[in-house]
T-cell receptor
């Protein structure tokens, strides 16, 4: 079974600054996907960024980038130029390759962006 | 393109009762998954439906059951409700193509069991 751990229950950052959210996971699989999801007060889970384990290059989506360390089983999210709208719960998630939509989520990190 | 819609948004039930939650998939999507998110925790996978059949299940008892209809909409049924069933229930749809396609989540149904 896979486990996903987010060790930071809460984080805060000043607007326009950079923040990094941590995530570690445990698996015996070699092929898998990793995700970061954002959950604002509207409750809807929104995909922020996705990483395929077989790709060595770290994924980037505009202000969001990841640091994927496969050997260390670490998958951190960096948010640059933080905006007030980034305030939300952030969840790291794991999915085995060819496992349909069966995601294993971490416990989440609450991010507060301060003006 | 319509997104994933869930109904109702909130629901209060009494222990021992039964509940049905509904989900309409995003247009063009053929796979639906259900997740349970207890307060302050990450979502947990309940099960997934593809072509009207259950296609994967998490660690949930049989009193959690579901249906998928020909139009790909779905229901989650929970029998003999327990206090611990109080949670946000999230539905997600995607297009199964053999490769991973992104999940699109609804806004969830908040279930309170008293």
């Amino acid at each position: 079974a896979q486990t996903v751990t987010q060790s930071q229950p809460e984080m805060s950052v000043q607007e326009a600054e950079t923040v990094t959210l941590s995530c570690t996971y445990d698996t015996s699989e070699n092929n898998y996907y990793l995700f970061w999801y954002k959950q604002p007060p509207s409750r809807q889970m929104i995909l922020v960024i996705r990483q395929e384990a077989y790709k060595q290059q770290n994924a980037t989506e505009n202000r969001f980038s990841v640091n994927f360390q496969k050997a260390a089983k670490s998958f951190s999210l960096k948010i640059s130029d933080s905006q007030l709208g980034d305030t939300a719960m952030y969840f790291c998630a794991f999915m085995k390759f060819n496992a349909g939509n069966m995601l294993t989520f971490g416990g989440g990190t609450r991010l507060m962006v301060k003006p | 393109e319509t997104g994933v819609t869930q109904s109702p948004t909130h629901l209060i039930k009494t222990r021992g009762q039964q509940v049905t939650l509904r989900c309409s998939s995003q247009s063009g999507h053929n796979t639906v998954s259900w997740y349970q998110q207890a307060l302050g925790q990450g979502p947990q996978f309940i099960f997934q439906y593809y072509r009207e059949e259950e296609n994967g299940r998490g660690n949930f008892p049989p009193r959690f059951s579901g249906l998928q209809f020909p139009n790909y909409s779905s229901e989650l049924n929970v029998n003999a409700l327990e206090l611990d069933d109080s949670a946000l229930y999230l539905c997600a749809s995607s297009l199964r193509t053999g490769l991973h396609s992104p999940l699109h989540f609804g806004n969830g149904t908040r279930l309170t069991v008293t």
